[in-house]
């Protein structure tokens, strides 16, 4: 199939918006040639000037997962920390026991309306993490959940193992027994059955220590997969520099972050991924150092975070906008950060901008300004959608 792109107004994403006007021509999956095109036989679609961009990547979401925690939000609006709620029983492990109750198509069911919410928005690439599991079988049934996604909707589903989440309440004190007993066992079997792009885990004083994590990283390594980590949401534990050490593709929140753990990333080429509904949600105070990032040429991505308790976002234009808003981030910056940074923090070299050779995915928006996506709070949605070289 041949589809051609004309009037449009493309931002090619290439180190900054890259604006030019004209054609994309798509082959069939695949960008062939941009500029003033024309062939014969095909698929022509007027664009009317519009903005033409990269499908967004959301490249930090946990949107398989069972259950609410309406709850919680109602109790920290009254006084109790995220800490408070987690050591209480709740949080994390409270959507734990949701998933175990779960089947695995009773998983689908609940996560396939956040899912559209994503696509909606503009999602043409999704990462999905397990760790609401915390059993092996419990995590192979989130990995199974979310590799069925993409055959369901026109997505594209990047797993990740994350079942170094949080320490189960019969590993209590236990959390090197937690690694070695389950975390480690599961990530084996997922590896072996083909569910996992890449490992992750949660770095902090109510998860996991980097040293306790130390094991999990070897093992990736020793798997060929690539590593992401969970780094200074809510205190400094060096994550950071423990995850550079690894080569990690990418530190995600980073709020507390000191300068050593800003130069380690940079050192690495590690991708900072801003989390802004996370800092929303929670109400917290201490904003990721952007600037510093910015000097030490970190490159940031912007993702939502998805999950039930922290952060309950669908939208990556939302996330765009509150990370102007809250962070300071330029448009350019948030938009660079759902697309081309989005993708390199999941080590994707096929997607996040526009060029010959690119997946075609892309989006169609309603507006001739690549700022609008940021300034439109919360309603930003795509006129239409290129997913694999085909309006979808």
Not at 109 to 117: E, G
Not at 154 to 167: D, E, I, K, Q, Y
Not at 272 to 301: H, N
Request: net charge negative; aromatic share 6%.
């Amino acid at each position: 199939m041949t589809l051609l792109l004309t009037n449009a107004r493309i931002a090619t994403m290439d180190g900054g918006y890259g604006l030019t006007h004209g054609s994309v021509l798509i082959e069939g999956d695949r960008i062939a040639a941009m500029g003033e095109v024309s062939v014969p036989g095909a698929e022509v679609v007027d664009c009317g000037g519009r903005l033409v961009t990269p499908g967004l990547v959301d490249c930090h979401s946990h949107a398989v997962y069972a259950g609410s925690r309406a709850g919680e939000f109602e109790a920290r609006l009254t006084g109790a920390s995220y800490e408070e709620i987690a050591r209480a029983g709740g949080g994390i492990l409270s959507t734990v026991r949701a998933v175990r109750e779960a089947s695995e198509d009773d998983l689908i069911a609940q996560s396939l309306p956040r899912i559209d919410a994503m696509i909606a928005g503009g999602a043409t690439t999704i990462e999905i993490k397990s760790g609401y599991g915390l059993t092996v079988e419990a995590e192979m049934k989130m990995l199974r959940a979310a590799r069925r996604v993409a055959a369901l909707r026109p997505v594209r589903v990047v797993t990740t193992h994350l079942a170094a989440h949080a320490v189960p309440p019969d590993y209590k004190g236990r959390p090197e027994a937690y690694i070695a007993e389950v975390v480690l066992p599961s990530l084996r079997a997922a590896h072996a059955e083909g569910l996992t792009d890449a490992v992750d885990a949660f770095c902090e004083g109510i998860a996991f220590s980097p040293a306790e994590l130390e094991p999990l990283f070897a093992e990736a390594r020793a798997l060929d997969l690539p590593v992401k980590l969970h780094a200074e949401q809510l205190s400094d534990l060096k994550g950071a520099v423990f995850a550079a050490r690894h080569k990690a593709l990418s530190c995600d929140h980073v709020e507390y972050i000191g300068p050593d753990g800003v130069a380690a990333m940079a050192a690495a080429g590690t991708v900072a991924v801003i989390l802004p509904g996370a800092f929303y949600t929670l109400r917290e105070t201490q904003a990721p150092p952007i600037e510093a990032f910015r000097k030490a040429g970190v490159p940031m991505a912007v993702a939502t975070d998805l999950n039930p308790g922290t952060s309950p976002v669908a939208s990556l234009p939302l996330a765009m906008n509150m990370a102007c808003t809250l962070f300071r981030m330029t448009p350019e910056e948030a938009l660079l950060g759902t697309t081309a940074h989005a993708a390199r923090a999941l080590g994707l070299t096929d997607r996040g901008s526009i060029a010959p050779g690119r997946l075609a995915d892309l989006v169609v928006w309603d507006t001739d300004h690549p700022a609008d996506l940021s300034y439109r709070i919360g309603w930003a949605k795509p006129h239409a959608r290129i997913f694999g070289g085909r309006l979808a």
